[in-house]
């Protein structure tokens, strides 16, 4: 009777044994995304791609500073559409619907608007 109890016990220890060591096995492929997303942490080292957010009727940032050479992506993180016109003619994105993005490389300086939301406005600098 008593050895039946102790074999239980031991059966019980080696059950919790088991799973602790399971636990610290999640501990270690916790830790793997962790020291990979160090790695994306250095990540920002790398030059940002110049993004510009069109959210509740506004581009943001209003005004973005770009080097030559640089690609904007607009983002129409909006609920309605909308565009982006020059305002000296040239540029046109486009109906951008929402959820999608357009890209190009402005070659100077220049303002644009949204020709759906005509107060709606933006410009991009290139710094060279
Ligand atoms: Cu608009």
Same mark, same amino acid.
């Given at each position: 009777?008593?050895?039946?109890?102790?074999?239980? #016990?031991f059966v019980w220890a080696l059950l919790l044994e088991i799973s602790s060591g399971c636990n610290s096995d999640n501990?270690?492929?916790?830790?793997?995304?962790?020291?990979?997303?160090?790695?994306?942490?250095?990540?920002?080292? #790398?030059?940002?791609?110049? #993004? #510009?957010?069109?959210?509740?009727?506004?581009?943001?940032?209003d005004t973005l500073a770009i080097q030559p050479g640089d690609t904007v992506t607009f983002i129409n993180k909006d609920i309605v559409p909308h565009d982006i016109t020059e305002v000296n003619g040239g540029q046109h994105s486009g109906k951008l619907d929402p959820g999608t993005s357009w890209r190009?490389?402005?070659?100077?300086?220049?303002?644009?608007f949204c020709s759906i939301h005509m107060v709606m406005k933006g410009s991009i600098r290139v710094h060279r």
């Open positions: 009777m008593l050895k039946k109890l102790l074999s239980y #016990v501990g270690k492929t916790q830790n793997n995304p962790a020291s990979g997303s160090a790695a994306t942490n250095g990540t920002p080292v #790398v030059k940002q791609a110049p #993004v #510009v957010v069109i959210e509740q009727m506004k581009f943001t940032p190009f490389v402005p070659q100077k300086n220049l303002d644009y």
